[in-house]
């Protein structure tokens, strides 16, 4: 009984309050906003800064090899190949770059939810390198003395880069009174970039030490990645139409393939020329982690 008591003495409160909260709401200014809040209930933004990146890249795996047609006093005496591949090891790369972005985003009606997407852009400018060089090969050749032998690509260093990065990114966020926070996750493009420098090929052939491919060449490769990006942020509103942005991203590539190739012509075994080419691929993915800050102006 004395619960029952006690729920009706609360619910009589709670409705006594009821009403004279909505009194006081009746008897108000029509002018009095329900809340005040400096977030547009939609606008379209622009805004440019600055990013702080940290970029790995995995996954590494560098092919070589070469195939060549011998000849003696310009006859064609038999043919030779050999190939290998390692895996380069590389350090973390921090960089400081520029970073841009435009977007949209809306106000869910009747909650203080909203739903945007942007599109971003930031030159991540990460690289690494590893020197010296050095890529196994075991091969054979044919001809009147018929051998397998073993070798070496050697260069003096091979490096691999990621500078330009864009993401579309749809997010979800809570508002609040000067800003929102938002979650988000979409496709990425990044382009990647590989170089093998100074590379020369060398067999050893019964003991005794060749110069394959001559004098030292060099290789390069680019191409643009897909990817995806997860990113998690935060705006503060200076005044409605200006707002600070501050967030992090984990952003993946694919692993990617990208050939090299090019000729070499040599004596350089007991009077045999070799004729071939050297060729190989590059391959591997990258992750970056970015925070970035941006001053932005609504529309």
Partial sequence: MRVVRLFCAVAGFAAITATAQAQAITKAPASMPASVTLVPDSAFFIGAGGSLNATRFTDQSLYAQGVSTIYENGVEAGAGSAGGAMSPGFDTSYDLSGAAQLGYFSRIPGTEWLWGVKFTYNYVGGDAQTEPVVVPQAGSFTGASPSTFTGNVVARSYTTSLDNQFALVPFIGRSFEKGFLYLGAGPTLSRVNYTFNEVVGLADINGVHYDITGRSASYSASDWAWGGAVVVGATYFVTPDWFLDISYTYAL????????????????????????????????ATSTQAITLSINRAF
């Fill in 253 to 284: 590539t694919e692993n990617v393939s990208l050939a090299y190739a090019g000729p070499f012509s040599t004596t350089a075994r007991g009077g045999f020329e070799d004729t071939g080419i050297l060729s190989g691929t590059f391959s591997g």
